[in-house]
Nanobody, 117 residues
Framework: QVHLVESGGGLVQPGGSLRLSCAAS????????MGWYRQAPGKQRERVAT???????NYAGSVKGRFTISRDNTKNTVYLQMNSLKPEDTAVYYC???????????WGQGTQVTVSS
């Protein structure tokens, strides 16, 4: 059973930075693609960034150049470094873990990020 635990969310002023972490257990982490998604109130969940098992990254246009996704396979952890945060980045951020068995992907419980002065 894959278990994901996110941390690092909080309240930050516009222009500030936060780093989210997602620790995985019970998984073939190093072989799995990982990602960060977010959902703002009244909006659909959207992809923020993904990283393949080989380290290839992909970003939504709205965060490109400001956010960086990375992974540490020795710690079974994926990170999202968020810089130059904007109020529109406010959302619940979810960690996503590829299901190598072909079923539904795994999701974390979410961590709230609020960007406000």
């Amino acid at each position: 059973q894959v278990h994901l635990v996110e941390s690092g969310g909080g309240l930050v002023q516009p222009g500030g930075s936060l780093r989210l972490s997602c620790a995985a257990s019970g998984s073939l982490f190093s072989f799995s693609a990982m990602g960060w998604y977010r959902q703002a109130p009244g909006k659909q969940r959207e992809r923020v960034a993904t990283i393949t098992s080989g380290g290839i990254t992909n970003y939504a246009g709205s965060v490109k150049g400001r956010f960086t996704i990375s992974r540490d396979n020795t710690k079974n952890t994926v990170y999202l470094q968020m810089n130059s945060l904007k109020p529109e980045d406010t959302a619940v951020y979810y960690c996503n873990h590829q299901n190598l068995g072909g079923g539904d992907d795994y999701w974390g419980q979410g961590t709230q990020v609020t960007v406000s002065s």
